[in-house]
C-alpha cells in the first residue's frame, strides 16, 4: 500500500467519524447545528481529497465541475427557497436523488465490468456482481419511490392510498422478478440488457410499492427509503471498494432502520401494516359509534379568546392545520399574551403531528416558542385533566379518541393526545372533514368541546386581539 | 481508493460493514423525538457522500456513455449532499435560543 493510499485511508477515517458526530450531536438541539456543520466540513475533507488526489481525475474534471456546479445550484435553491411546511417533501426528493445517483454508480460499473474496465477495485468476482446488482435494485427503489413521495405530499399524485384489485399480487411478482433476474445476473449470464431489465423493473416496484400507501404515513416511508439509499450506498462502496462510502452508507441504513421503526411504535402500528395496509383510505369503513351526523357546538373567536385569557392551564395542541396556515407566528404571539397575563402555557406535541416527527417543533422553533415549553406526548398527557383549555389547531387523527375505545376504528391503537380529558377543549379547523387518515373524530361531538371554524392563521389572529381586549 | 480487495481485504470490508450498522443503530436510538426531522435530514445528507463515487466513476469514464452516466450521477449525488446539509442546517438554526431564554 503506497503513502497515497494510507493518506485516502486517514481522509475516509476523519469523514467518517465526522457522519458519526454529526447524528450524535442530533441528540441535543444545543449541539445539533455543530454536528451538522461538523459532517458537512468531513463531506468537504473527502469530495476535495476526491477531487484532487484520484488518478484519472485531471482528464476528466470538467465532469465533475460542471456536474457539480449544476447539483449545487439545484441542491441549495431547493433547499433555501423551500418552505418550512415543504420539508418532509423536500428530504424525499434529496434521498431519491441519493439513490438515483448510487442506482447510476451501479450501472455504470456494471457496463464497466461488462467490458472489462471497472473504475473500482476488482473484487473477489462474485462480491462485486451482488453489490452491483444490490447498489442498482435498491437505488432505484429509492429513487422511484422518493418521487412518489414526493409527489403525494406535494399533491400531484393523490394522498389517499391508491390501490387497484391485484396490485399486492403485481408488487409481489415484481420482487419475485427482481429476485429471479438477480440470481441470473450474479450465477448465470453477465448480460447488458438483463441488467438494464433488471433496473427497469427496480423503478417500476419504487412507484408500486409506495402508490398504495396513504399521505399520512409518508413520513414513515422516506425514513424507509432514506434508510434503503444508505443500505445502495454501502453496496457501491463495496463494488468500488471505497470505505468512506461503506461506512456511511452502513450508517444511515441502520439509522434510518431504527428510525423507521421508532416511528411506527409512535403509531403504534408494524411496519408491514404501513406498507400494505392501504391506511386511511377514506368514506370507507364508518364504525358504527361514530356514524351518522356529528354534531358539533360551535363557538366564535372572542369567546374562546375570554375562556383562555381566564384560564390557569392552557395546552396548545398544533398539528398539520397549522403548517398549513403558517399560523406558527401567531401562535405565538397569543403564547406571549396569555404568559404575560400569568396563564401556564404549554405545547403537548405528538410523535407523528404534521407530517414528519418533530415537524410541528420546528416550525414552533421558527417562530421563536423556547423548547422548553413543548412537551412530548408521554411527558403531558396526564396534565390535560388538571387544564382548562385545550387549544387544538389544525390536528386531527392524533386527538382521536376512538383510538383509545373503538376497536374497530382503524387507528384503534395509537397513543393519543388526551385533549378530551380537560376541562374545555377548543379546535380551530377549516371544516368538519375528516382528518389524513379519513376517520371521523368523536372528539368533536363531545360536550366539552367547541367548534372554531376557519383558517387557523386568521383564527388564532382573532384569539390573539381578542385575548389583548379581554 | 483501495487496492483489488483480496478475501482478506474482504472480511475487512464485512467487519467494517458490521461495526457501522451497530453504531448507526445505537447513535440513533438516543434521539429525542422532536428532532426526528433534522435527523432523517442529517442523515440524509450524509449518504450525500455517494457523490465521492460518482466522482470515481466519473474519473475513469473513457466513453460518451460513461461520461453522460457520470454526468447524471455526479449531478443527483451533488443534489443529494448540498441539499441535504443546506436543508438540514435550516432546520436545525431554527432550534437556537432566542436570546434571555436560560439553560
Same mark, same amino acid.
Given at each position: 500500500?503506497?503513502?497515497?493510499?494510507?493518506?485516502?485511508?486517514?481522509?475516509?477515517?476523519?469523514?467518517?467519524?465526522?457522519?458519526?458526530?454529526?447524528?450524535?450531536?442530533?441528540?441535543?438541539?444545543?449541539?445539533?447545528?455543530?454536528?451538522?456543520?461538523?459532517?458537512?466540513?468531513?463531506?468537504?475533507?473527502?469530495?476535495?481529497?476526491?477531487?484532487? *488526489?484520484?488518478?484519472?481525475?485531471?482528464?476528466?474534471?470538467?465532469?465533475?465541475?460542471?456536474?457539480?456546479?449544476?447539483?449545487?445550484?439545484?441542491?441549495?435553491?431547493?433547499?433555501?427557497?423551500?418552505?418550512?411546511?415543504?420539508?418532509?417533501?423536500?428530504?424525499?426528493?434529496?434521498?431519491?436523488?441519493?439513490?438515483?445517483?448510487?442506482?447510476?454508480?451501479?450501472?455504470?460499473?456494471?457496463?464497466?465490468?461488462?467490458?472489462?474496465?471497472?473504475?473500482?477495485?476488482?473484487?473477489?468476482?462474485?462480491?462485486?456482481?451482488?453489490?452491483?446488482?444490490?447498489?442498482?435494485?435498491?437505488?432505484?427503489?429509492?429513487?422511484?419511490?422518493?418521487?412518489?413521495?414526493?409527489?403525494?405530499?406535494?399533491?400531484?399524485?393523490?394522498? *389517499?392510498?391508491?390501490?387497484?384489485?391485484?396490485?399486492?399480487?403485481?408488487?409481489?411478482?415484481?420482487?419475485?422478478?427482481?429476485?429471479?433476474?438477480?440470481?441470473?445476473?450474479?450465477?448465470?449470464?453477465?448480460?447488458?440488457?438483463?441488467?438494464?431489465?433488471?433496473?427497469?423493473?427496480?423503478?417500476?416496484?419504487?412507484?408500486?410499492?409506495?402508490?398504495?400507501?396513504?399521505?399520512?404515513?409518508?413520513?414513515?416511508?422516506?425514513?424507509?427509503?432514506?434508510?434503503?439509499?444508505?443500505?445502495?450506498?454501502?453496496?457501491?462502496?463495496?463494488?468500488?471498494?471505497?470505505?468512506?462510502?461503506?461506512?456511511?452508507?452502513?450508517?444511515?441504513?441502520?439509522?434510518?432502520?431504527?428510525?423507521?421503526?421508532?416511528?411506527?411504535?409512535?403509531?403504534?402500528?408494524?411496519?408491514?401494516?404501513?406498507?400494505?395496509?392501504?391506511?386511511?383510505?377514506?368514506?370507507?369503513?364508518?364504525?358504527?359509534?361514530?356514524?351518522?351526523?356529528?354534531?358539533?357546538?360551535?363557538?366564535?373567536?372572542?369567546?374562546?379568546?375570554?375562556?383562555?385569557?381566564?384560564?390557569?392551564?392552557?395546552?396548545?395542541?398544533?398539528?398539520?392545520?397549522?403548517?398549513?396556515?403558517?399560523?406558527?407566528?401567531?401562535?405565538?404571539?397569543?403564547?406571549?399574551?396569555?404568559?404575560?397575563?400569568?396563564?401556564?402555557?404549554?405545547?403537548?406535541?405528538?410523535?407523528?403531528?404534521?407530517?414528519?416527527?418533530?415537524?410541528?417543533?420546528?416550525?414552533?422553533?421558527?417562530?421563536?416558542?423556547?423548547?422548553? *415549553?413543548?412537551?412530548?406526548?408521554?411527558?403531558?398527557?396526564?396534565?390535560?385533566?388538571?387544564?382548562?383549555?385545550?387549544?387544538?389547531?389544525?390536528?386531527?387523527?392524533?386527538?382521536?379518541?376512538?383510538?383509545?375505545?373503538?376497536?374497530?376504528?382503524?387507528?384503534?391503537?395509537?397513543?393519543?393526545?388526551?385533549?378530551?380529558?380537560?376541562?374545555?377543549?377548543?379546535?380551530?379547523? *377549516?371544516?368538519?372533514?375528516?382528518?389524513?387518515?379519513?376517520?371521523?373524530?368523536?372528539?368533536?361531538?363531545?360536550?366539552?368541546?367547541?367548534?372554531?371554524?376557519?383558517?387557523?392563521?386568521?383564527?388564532?389572529?382573532?384569539?390573539?386581539?381578542?385575548?389583548?381586549?379581554? | 481508493?483501495?487496492?483489488?480487495?483480496?478475501?482478506?481485504?474482504?472480511?475487512?470490508?464485512?467487519?467494517?460493514?458490521?461495526?457501522?450498522?451497530?453504531?448507526?443503530?445505537?447513535?440513533?436510538?438516543?434521539?429525542?423525538?422532536?428532532?426526528?426531522?433534522?435527523?432523517?435530514?442529517?442523515?440524509?445528507?450524509?449518504?450525500?457522500?455517494?457523490?465521492?463515487?460518482?466522482?470515481?466513476?466519473?474519473?475513469?469514464?473513457?466513453?460518451?456513455?460513461?461520461?453522460?452516466?457520470?454526468?447524471?450521477?455526479?449531478?443527483?449525488?451533488?443534489?443529494?449532499?448540498?441539499?441535504?446539509?443546506?436543508?438540514?442546517?435550516?432546520?436545525?438554526?431554527?432550534?437556537?435560543?432566542?436570546?434571555?431564554?436560560?439553560?
Amino acid at each position: 500500500m503506497s503513502g497515497e493510499q494510507v493518506v485516502t485511508l486517514l481522509v475516509y477515517l476523519v469523514a467518517s467519524v465526522t457522519f458519526i458526530l454529526a447524528l450524535k450531536f442530533l441528540a441535543s438541539p444545543r449541539t445539533a447545528r455543530t454536528g451538522n456543520l461538523l459532517g458537512a466540513g468531513g463531506m468537504a475533507l473527502v469530495v476535495a481529497w476526491t477531487l484532487l *488526489r484520484t488518478p484519472g481525475m485531471l482528464e476528466h474534471w470538467w465532469i465533475v465541475g460542471v456536474a457539480g456546479i449544476a447539483g449545487s445550484v439545484i441542491g441549495v435553491l431547493g433547499a433555501r427557497r423551500v418552505p418550512m411546511t415543504a420539508m418532509p417533501q423536500m428530504v424525499a426528493i434529496f434521498n431519491g436523488a441519493g439513490g438515483g445517483a448510487a442506482a447510476t454508480v451501479a450501472l455504470s460499473e456494471f457496463l464497466s465490468s461488462a467490458s472489462g474496465r471497472a473504475a473500482g477495485a476488482g473484487l473477489l468476482p462474485i462480491v462485486p456482481v451482488i453489490a452491483t446488482l444490490a447498489g442498482a435494485v435498491i437505488g432505484g427503489v429509492s429513487l422511484t419511490g422518493s418521487v412518489v413521495a414526493f409527489g403525494k405530499l406535494q399533491g400531484f399524485i393523490p394522498g *389517499r392510498p391508491v390501490t387497484y384489485p391485484g396490485s399486492r399480487l403485481v408488487a409481489a411478482l415484481l420482487l419475485g422478478a427482481i429476485v429471479v433476474l438477480g440470481v441470473v445476473l450474479a450465477l448465470i449470464v453477465n448480460s447488458v440488457p438483463l441488467f438494464l431489465l433488471f433496473v427497469a423493473i427496480a423503478l417500476v416496484t419504487g412507484v408500486a410499492l409506495v402508490m398504495p400507501i396513504g399521505g399520512a404515513d409518508m413520513p414513515v416511508v422516506i425514513s424507509l427509503l432514506n434508510s434503503y439509499t444508505g443500505i445502495a450506498v454501502a453496496a457501491t462502496g463495496f463494488v468500488l471498494g471505497n470505505y468512506a462510502l461503506l461506512i456511511a452508507g452502513t450508517l444511515v441504513g441502520a439509522s434510518g432502520a431504527i428510525l423507521t421503526q421508532l416511528m411506527c411504535k409512535a403509531m403504534n402500528r408494524s411496519i408491514f401494516n404501513v406498507l400494505f395496509g392501504a391506511f386511511g383510505t377514506g368514506g370507507g369503513v364508518v364504525s358504527a359509534g361514530a356514524a351518522g351526523e356529528q354534531t358539533a357546538r360551535e363557538i366564535n373567536a372572542e369567546d374562546a379568546a375570554v375562556l383562555m385569557a381566564y384560564a390557569k392551564k392552557v395546552i396548545i395542541v398544533p398539528g398539520y392545520g397549522m403548517a398549513v396556515a403558517q399560523a406558527q407566528g401567531p401562535v405565538r404571539e397569543l403564547m406571549d399574551l396569555l404568559i404575560a397575563r400569568g396563564v401556564d402555557v404549554e405545547f403537548a406535541i405528538h410523535p407523528v403531528a404534521g407530517r414528519m416527527p418533530g415537524h410541528m417543533n420546528v416550525l414552533l422553533a421558527e417562530a421563536n416558542v423556547p423548547y422548553d *415549553r413543548l412537551k412530548e406526548m408521554d411527558e403531558i398527557n396526564d396534565a390535560f385533566p388538571t387544564t382548562d383549555v385545550a387549544l387544538v389547531i389544525g390536528a386531527n387523527d392524533v386527538t382521536n379518541p376512538a383510538a383509545r375505545t373503538d376497536q374497530s376504528s382503524p387507528i384503534y391503537g395509537m397513543p393519543i393526545l388526551n385533549v378530551d380529558q380537560a376541562e374545555h377543549v377548543v379546535v380551530l379547523k *377549516r371544516s368538519m372533514a375528516t382528518g389524513f387518515a379519513g376517520i371521523p373524530n368523536p372528539l368533536y361531538s363531545d360536550p366539552r368541546t367547541a367548534m372554531l371554524f376557519g383558517d387557523a392563521k386568521q383564527t388564532v389572529q382573532a384569539l390573539v386581539s381578542g385575548v389583548k381586549n379581554a | 481508493m483501495t487496492d483489488a480487495l483480496d478475501p482478506r481485504a474482504l472480511i475487512d470490508a464485512l467487519v467494517i460493514l458490521v461495526l457501522a450498522a451497530f453504531v448507526g443503530y445505537e447513535v440513533v436510538s438516543k434521539v429525542p423525538t422532536m428532532l426526528h426531522t433534522p435527523l432523517m435530514s442529517g442523515a440524509n445528507a450524509v449518504h450525500g457522500v455517494i457523490v465521492v463515487g460518482a466522482m470515481l466513476v466519473a474519473a475513469s469514464a473513457d466513453d460518451p456513455l460513461r461520461v453522460v452516466l457520470a454526468l447524471v450521477a455526479v449531478v443527483l449525488g451533488t443534489i443529494n449532499v448540498v441539499g441535504g446539509f443546506v436543508v438540514t442546517d435550516r432546520m436545525l438554526e431554527m432550534f437556537r435560543r432566542r436570546p434571555g431564554d436560560k439553560g
